[in-house]
């Protein structure tokens, strides 16, 4: 399956799945195991969402132990059951739903409690959590964080504790949320590029290199954009793009020349 489009966080709770289902001796990820790498993962709106909602990993561990109990294999391949790969395609719909170019965590909980008959379904019914309950969670906590990245107020358009780097350079999100920036149009790749790999958690500085008037430019300017219509991954939601004027930078130094 291609995941190009998941966020880190999303990916790595794939990943956790997968060593949830080799721990529990499963030979196979299925719901329970996507469930169980939501929680543990620890840090994305899924995750926030479960423990608002009273759930813990021990408590979710004990239930799908106690429904499908622990196998006895040490498993070297762990394909997704069909629940399991229905609840990735149902995420990709989520948030093609939202209007959200990549798929987080938030949109895999989604994706897991839209399918609704798996094993996770049937966790979080025996431990007191109802699937509309724990969607309106979600949708809160997504909503409170579009709010943030859209409010006039938010830390998008509101100067940080910054002032140095304030009058050295120019905040293109704050631009782009007055309207000051133009479309961007034909950089959609690049753009999606830069996004993926400031989203990793290493090696996370995109470069862009090419002569002047190529566009590199237009690629920050169009990931402003972005920041500020939130069509990025959780991970950039309330961050800045600043674009230093090296005028004022090396004004009055001996490096003026040289730059």
Do not use: C, W
């Not at 926030?48 to 499908?68: F, N, R």
């Not at 350079?169 to 400031?198: F, H, S, Y």
């Not at 009055?252 to 040289?258: A, D, I, P, Q, S």
């Amino acid at each position: 399956m291609m995941f190009g489009r998941f966020t880190e966080r999303a990916q790595r709770v794939l990943s956790l799945a997968q060593e949830e289902a080799v721990r529990l001796g499963h030979n196979s990820i299925g719901t329970e195991h996507i469930l169980l790498g939501l929680i543990r993962e620890g840090d994305g709106i899924a995750a926030k969402a479960l423990m608002s909602l009273g759930l813990s990993l021990e408590k979710i561990q004990d239930e799908v132990e106690a429904l499908i109990g622990r196998g006895h294999e040490k498993p070297t391949n762990t394909p997704y059951t069909p629940r399991a790969k229905k609840v990735i395609e149902l995420s990709m719909d989520e948030a093609r739903k939202l209007g959200h170019t990549y798929v987080g965590t938030e949109h895999i909980l989604l994706g897991l409690i839209r399918e609704g008959e798996g094993v996770a379904a049937r966790v979080l019914n025996n431990l007191g959590i109802s699937l509309n309950k724990a969607r309106q969670q979600v949708l809160q906590l997504l909503g409170s964080s579009e709010m943030l990245a859209g409010n006039p107020q938010g830390s998008v358009n509101k100067h940080a504790n910054t002032p140095t780097l304030d009058s050295l350079a120019r905040d293109l999100t704050a631009m782009a949320k007055d309207g000051a920036l133009d479309p961007v149009v034909g950089r959609e790749k690049e753009i999606e590029r830069v996004i993926q790999v400031l989203s990793r958690r290493t090696k996370n500085n995109p470069v862009l290199i090419g002569e002047p008037g190529v566009g590199k430019t237009a690629i920050a300017e169009g990931l402003a954009q972005r920041i500020v219509n939130n069509e990025i991954p959780e991970t950039l939601t309330d961050k800045r793009v600043m674009t230093p004027d090296m005028g004022t930078v090396v004004a009055g130094t001996k490096y003026r020349g040289e730059f």
